[in-house]
């Protein structure tokens, strides 16, 4: 999956560069491809680097909840 990731970054990267080598020399299309890459990253790249990041737990250790709230709460009590 991280392979996977990186290859799609390269493209979405020589989109990029493409879609703005065409927006220079005032093609007729680049506005189109432009937009058509920052929705590749929007709808494919971005949702695949969310769900890699995110499916093993890790985000958990960033969630509040009561414990925690619990435990600020007594270390602000203690100063």
Do not use: C
């Not at 929007?42 to 985000?59: A, C, E, T």
């Amino acid at each position: 999956m991280k392979t996977l990731l990186k290859i799609l970054f390269i493209i979405f990267l020589l989109w990029m560069i493409v879609g703005a080598y065409l927006l220079n020399s005032e093609h007729p299309k680049a506005q189109i491809i432009m937009g058509l890459g920052v929705l590749y990253m929007s709808f494919i790249l971005m949702p695949l680097f969310i769900y890699y990041r995110y499916k093993d737990g890790k985000y958990k250790k960033y969630q509040i909840d009561d414990q925690k709230m619990n435990e600020w709460r007594k270390n602000a009590n203690d100063f």
